[in-house]
């Protein structure tokens, strides 16, 4: 039994899980110690500016600080910090770094798109059994990025990461309260162009099942259940007809930010971006359903992802 400690720091979120891992009898067991999630909007700007900003900075650095607290008192013995679309992206990404260095004494992994996209594959196939003879893809939508993953429960078949986002698409087009059609349609567009350059490397039109994973997808499903409050339990392994996922990414979409807050599962974090996670679920399985001929009607989501595959990368 090992108990490591697993940090993802995107653009829009940092997740800390610590966990056992038990590799014993031939198979690997991943058990929660601690799990949790803030919403510190690492990537505040990076799309314009090209750089963290200040702010940003000192609240993910804070969070980081508490999340070393964290791992001293539950003794895990290895730690990973990954960083992903926002660090990637910045000038001045060395503060950064150096800042998380010092807190953690762990040296802080920018990987890249490629990277991010096998550990999101390896966390939602550590528990979701859609795998079995299918192939899968899954779809790992955050905040400036989103990778593309297909695969099998051998492995990756083939993965691409793009620069398309709930944070990245709002700041650059969804400004108004609720979107203009003019700025839906924008947006809409860079997430066909995206999707067109990830299907040169990744065989979208050979997948047989799709799983969507991270807080847009989650918080979409969410809303299509119409939860009470926000369940993991619920929304894992849920899946959903594609037209009432649409449905509820589209209602998500034309709210204002104030009836969002309002949502019972609604993250305070999320309220201002979830509408651009509504719209690039919604076309990425719209344009699924067209290229599989309408052999995909469904989607299961999945709330092991790869905050999942870095532990599991650790053990």
Not at 233 to 259: S, V
Request: hydrophobic share 45%; aromatic share 2%; with cysteine.
């Amino acid at each position: 039994m090992t108990r490591v400690a697993a940090i993802d720091c995107g653009t829009n979120s940092i997740r800390l899980l610590i966990a056992d891992i038990d590799r014993s009898n031939g198979s690997t067991a991943l058990t929660d110690v601690h799990r949790e999630m803030r919403v510190v909007r690492l990537g505040q700007g990076v799309d314009a500016t090209g750089e963290l900003a200040p702010e940003a900075l000192e609240r993910t650095l804070a969070a980081t600080a508490d999340y070393a607290r964290l791992i001293k008192e539950h003794g895990a013995g290895r730690v990973r910090f990954v960083a992903t679309s926002a660090s990637r992206d910045a000038r001045n990404r060395d503060v950064f770094v150096d800042g998380v260095r010092d807190l953690l004494g762990v040296e802080p992994e920018v990987i890249s798109g490629d990277e991010e996209a096998a550990l999101s594959f390896a966390g939602a196939s550590s528990v979701l059994p859609v795998l079995d003879g299918q192939q899968v893809l899954v779809v790992d939508l955050g905040g400036g990025s989103t990778e593309f993953v297909v695969g099998t429960a051998a492995g990756v078949t083939a993965a691409k990461s793009v620069d398309i986002g709930c944070v990245r698409l709002t700041e650059r087009h969804l400004r108004n309260d609720p979107p203009t059609a003019g700025q839906i349609a924008a947006a809409e567009a860079d997430v066909d162009e995206a999707m067109a350059r990830a299907g040169r490397d990744v065989p979208l039109e050979q997948a047989t099942a799709v799983v969507g994973v991270a807080g847009s997808v989650t918080t979409i499903t969410a809303h299509a259940l119409r939860l009470p409050e926000y369940s993991p339990d619920a929304i894992h392994g849920a899946e959903l007809p594609i037209a009432e996922i649409r449905d509820a990414a589209t209602d998500l979409l034309d709210m204002t930010r104030a009836r969002r807050a309002a949502l019972p599962y609604m993250h305070p974090g999320r309220v201002d971006v979830i509408g651009a996670g509504g719209l690039v679920w919604r076309r990425i399985l719209e344009r699924m359903g067209e290229l599989s001929s309408g052999r995909i009607t469904a989607a299961t989501a999945s709330e092991h992802d790869i905050l999942d595959g870095i532990a599991l990368s650790i053990g």
